[in-house]
């Protein structure tokens, strides 16, 4: 899933700004050497992972900052798999 941003930061730095691709879109992407080592610093930016994984290094960042607040972005093309993963998130931080 992290492909999908990612899809949507090259298209952008490459001066084509497009909407969110979908998942199947996002998968096609090949990005060239230089385009893998943007990538590859960004994503040590993002938080990419399954709810726990989420939730983990969420908490583990708003301990780091001392954070009062969290805003999170999901970067899904399809509203309804966008909404469910809000869902997800909402349901895991508040159990924390």
Do not use: F, K, N
């Not at 298209?11 to 691709?21: D, E, F, Y």
């Amino acid at each position: 899933m992290a492909r999908v941003p990612a899809t949507a930061l090259l298209h952008a730095r490459q001066g084509r700004p497009s909407p969110l691709p979908t998942v199947p879109q996002a998968a096609e992407m090949q990005p060239t050497g230089p385009e893998q080592e943007l990538l590859h610093r960004r994503l040590t930016d993002w938080l990419v992972g399954d709810q726990q994984t989420a939730v983990a290094r969420l908490c583990d960042l708003a301990t780091e900052l001392a954070a009062t607040e969290i805003c999170a972005v999901t970067s899904i093309a399809d509203p309804d798999e966008r909404a469910h993963s809000y869902r997800l998130l909402a349901a895991a931080a508040c159990s924390v």
